[in-house]
C-alpha cells in the first residue's frame, strides 16, 4: 500500500477549484451576454456597468491606501543611546592590552578568569607580536574593581606586559567600521593624514622619533619622506603600522589625484 501523500491531494484540489472557477466565469459571461443581447438598451448597460465597476475600483484602491499600516523599518545599527547600555550602571568600560603565549587556551582561560570576577569582554582584537599574540580586550569591568586589580585578573589568566585604559562609548565602534568610516572622510578631503591616524590609532605622525617615553615606528610619506608613528602607549603593534601606513598611502593618492 502506498503511503498517503497530503501533498499531492493538496495538489489536485487546488486544480478541481480552478478548474471550476473557470467554468463559473464562462457561465455567467455567457449569462450576462444573452441578458444584455435581448434588451433594447444593451449598449447603455454595458457602459453603465464599466463605469460602475472602475469606480468601484478607485474607491476601493483610495479606501486601501488611507488605512494601510505604515510598515516598521528594521533598525539596522544600534543608536548611541543603545550603546549606552550595553555596559550595566554597576560598571565602567576599561581597554586593556596584554600579550598572550600564542597557544591554543590562553585566550579561553583569560576569559575564565575575567568571567570569575565579573568582567564582561565586549569586543577582541587580536594582533601578531614578535613574543605571542597581542590581545586588546574591550571589557565592562565592576565599579568596584580598580585597574590594578583588573591588571592583576589578566596576569593570574596568563597575561603579560598588561595596559589598562579608561575607554568610551566610541570604542565599542568595531576597527573595520572605523577605519573605513575615517577612510571615507580622508577620499572626500575632510581629514588630514595626521587626524586620521589619530582618530584611528590615537597615534602622531611626526617628521622625528626623538620624543621621549614614547614608542615610535618608521613610515614611508609622500614622495618618498620619512615619516614616524608615535605614541606613548600602548606599545605600537605591527597590525596597527600597517594600518596607519595604508591611511598615509591613501592620503597621498588623494592629494595627487586632487592636482
Known amino acids: 500500500m502506498k503511503p498517503f501523500d497530503r501533498f499531492r491531494v493538496s495538489h489536485?484540489?487546488?486544480?478541481?477549484?480552478?478548474?471550476?472557477?473557470?467554468?463559473?466565469?464562462?457561465?455567467?459571461?455567457?449569462?450576462?451576454?444573452?441578458?444584455?443581447g435581448e434588451h433594447a438598451h444593451g449598449e447603455m448597460m454595458l457602459m453603465a456597468s464599466a463605469a460602475i465597476l472602475l469606480a468601484g475600483a478607485?474607491?476601493?484602491?483610495?479606501?486601501?491606501?488611507?488605512?494601510?499600516?505604515?510598515?516598521s523599518v528594521p533598525q539596522r545599527h544600534a543608536s548611541l543611546h543603545d550603546l549606552l547600555a550595553i555596559p550595566a550602571k554597576d560598571r565602567e568600560l576599561m581597554r586593556l592590552r596584554t600579550t598572550l603565549p600564542d597557544r591554543p587556551g590562553?585566550?579561553?582561560?583569560?576569559?575564565?578568569r575575567l568571567a570569575a570576577r565579573g568582567?564582561?569582554?565586549?569586543?577582541?582584537?587580536?594582533?601578531?607580536?614578535?613574543?605571542?599574540?597581542v590581545d586588546e580586550l574591550l571589557v565592562a569591568v565592576p565599579r568596584e574593581i580598580s585597574a590594578p586589580e583588573v591588571v592583576a585578573t589578566v596576569?593570574?589568566?596568563?597575561?603579560?606586559?598588561?595596559e589598562?585604559?579608561?575607554?568610551?562609548?566610541?570604542?565599542?565602534?568595531?576597527?573595520?567600521?572605523?577605519a573605513l568610516s575615517i577612510a571615507g572622510e580622508v577620499a572626500a578631503g575632510h581629514v588630514t593624514a595626521?587626524?586620521?591616524?589619530?582618530?584611528?590609532?590615537?597615534?602622531?605622525l611626526a617628521v622625528d622619533a626623538g620624543y621621549a617615553d614614547s614608542h615610535a615606528a618608521a613610515l614611508r610619506g609622500p614622495e618618498g619622506v620619512p615619516l614616524y608613528l608615535v605614541r606613548s602607549s600602548p606599545v605600537l603593534t605591527p597590525t596597527e603600522?600597517?594600518?596607519?601606513?595604508?591611511?598615509v598611502d591613501l592620503c597621498s593618492h588623494m592629494a595627487a589625484a586632487r592636482r
Open 106 to 112: 590562553t585566550l579561553a582561560g583569560l576569559s575564565g
Open 164 to 178: 589598562v585604559s579608561r575607554a568610551d562609548v566610541h570604542d565599542l565602534v568595531d576597527p573595520a567600521t572605523r
Open 12 to 36: 489536485w484540489a487546488t486544480e478541481l477549484i480552478e478548474v471550476a472557477a473557470v467554468f463559473f466565469a464562462v457561465g455567467t459571461v455567457h449569462l450576462f451576454v444573452t441578458l444584455v
Open 58 to 71: 478607485l474607491l476601493r484602491r483610495r479606501w486601501r491606501a488611507g488605512h494601510r499600516r505604515p510598515q
Open 194 to 204: 595626521g587626524e586620521a591616524v589619530r582618530r584611528l590609532l590615537g597615534a602622531e
Open 241 to 247: 603600522i600597517s594600518r596607519a601606513q595604508a591611511l
Open 119 to 133: 568582567i564582561n569582554i565586549l569586543a577582541v582584537q587580536i594582533h601578531p607580536g614578535e613574543r605571542g599574540a
Open 155 to 162: 596576569a593570574a589568566g596568563g597575561g603579560e606586559e598588561t
